[in-house]
């Protein structure tokens, strides 16, 4: 396998190039504008907002199939992805590169929150290739017009991860730590299962209630012992994982296809591959990431795959939450098979093997 540090400057560098561009397009054009449905997609609504850097991820795969070979992954290419250079046999290339070059869409262009360019680097293994064989990931946060500070993670597999803070005013960075929370309870801290769009919020609600119920048991009268936080962001979740901000977070929204379709629904808007992509980092800092049965998370590099998937910032919050999780889920018959049939669950407080 070819090194993937040679990968690592070029794809820092792009990612600069993107927040750059999209806090430009923020300060200068209305949200209304950039708000406006460019085209749907079979995986997502491209909003015009989209589209400025839909452009930049072009420009840098052109730059970048001058030394490399590889397999583009994003959404706007035919068929989801492009082999690079023009004219190479997918077979023949180095690299599967999947990119979501702005998650958080829509948090972003109503200046609400930041969002995240998420880029993940494995060998090529063809259609087989997926997220655990990713070796080297890089999301870098694209921040509000009144926000001068940006974040920027990458991670190459076994080596840890490093971050660094950006100045936008200054135009100077620095090295920063982050650590997920070393709390054992989800008491007094953020624990959230996501529930972003309409359909079937209700029943999403009553999983994250029996979790916290089952968790720390009743309230006391005018007090809240946990609390959530609805981050459009399945990149911005895992860094919140990373950051120490969150303790726990869920997003099942795929388990949900039955239930939608037995109210006579469409299947909602779901995390793809791309959403997670770059889920080395958080395990790098520490972070847990699962499959909806407790698994090491490990979808398909492709646009179309629906990810269900859980974080625990450590063995402790995993001890104490996921077996209420996966009871839960069972429950509500959304996972197949008894406490043993989860046998390919891990069990509580053991994460998925370490990257290395």
């Known amino acids: 396998m070819r090194d993937p540090r040679a990968l690592l400057d070029p794809i820092v560098e792009w990612h600069g190039r993107v927040r750059d561009g999209i806090v430009s397009a923020t300060e200068q054009q209305p949200a209304e504008s950039l708000a406006a449905v460019d085209r749907d997609t079979q995986g997502d609504t491209i909003y015009a907002i989209d589209v400025a850097a839909e452009a930049i991820v072009a420009r840098f795969a052109d730059a ?3 030394e490399h070979s590889f397999v583009l992954v994003a959404e706007g ?3 989801g992805r ?19 070059p702005i998650d958080g869409t829509r948090g972003l262009m109503y200046q609400k929150r930041s969002a995240w360019v998420l ?4 060998p090529n293994r063809g259609a087989d290739t997926s997220l655990r064989d990713i070796v080297l990931a890089v999301q870098t946060e694209i921040p509000l017009v009144k926000q001068h500070l940006s974040d920027q993670l990458w991670a190459l597999k076994g080596e840890g991860a490093q971050a660094r803070r950006f100045n936008r005013v200054t135009g100077e960075s620095e090295q920063i730590a982050l650590r997920p929370s070393r709390a054992t309870t989800i008491q007094h801290g953020y624990a959230s299962i996501a529930r972003f769009f309409p359909g079937a919020r209700d029943e999403l609600a009553s999983l994250d209630e029996a979790i916290v119920l089952g968790a720390l048991g009743p309230y006391a009268p005018g007090k809240a012992h946990c609390f959530e936080d609805q981050y459009a962001s399945s990149g911005g979740q895992l860094y919140e994982l990373a ?3 969150d303790r726990f977070i869920a997003d099942v929204r795929p388990l949900m296809r039955p239930l939608l379709a037995a109210k006579g629904l469409p299947p909602a808007l779901t995390c793809h591959p791309y959403d997670v992509c770059t889920a080395l980092i ?11 049965y407790g698994q090491p998370l490990d979808p398909p590099l492709n646009l179309e795959a629906e990810v269900a998937w859980a974080g625990y910032a450590n063995t402790h919050i995993r001890a104490q ?4 999780l996966q009871e839960a889920l069972r429950a509500r018959g959304w996972v197949k098979g008894g406490p043993a049939a989860s046998a390919k669950a891990s069990a509580p407080g053991e994460g998925p093997p370490l990257r290395t």
């Open 77 to 79: 290419l035919p068929e």
């Open 119 to 122: 880029t993940g680097v494995a």
């Open 282 to 292: 958080a395990e790098e800092i520490g972070v847990i990431v699962t499959d909806a």
């Open 82 to 100: 492009r082999c690079y250079p023009d004219g190479r046999d997918e077979a023949s290339v180095d690299w599967w590169i999947i990119v979501d």
């Open 321 to 324: 939450v996921e077996p209420l």
């Open 64 to 66: 970048l199939a001058e």
């Open 243 to 245: 950051a120490g901000h």
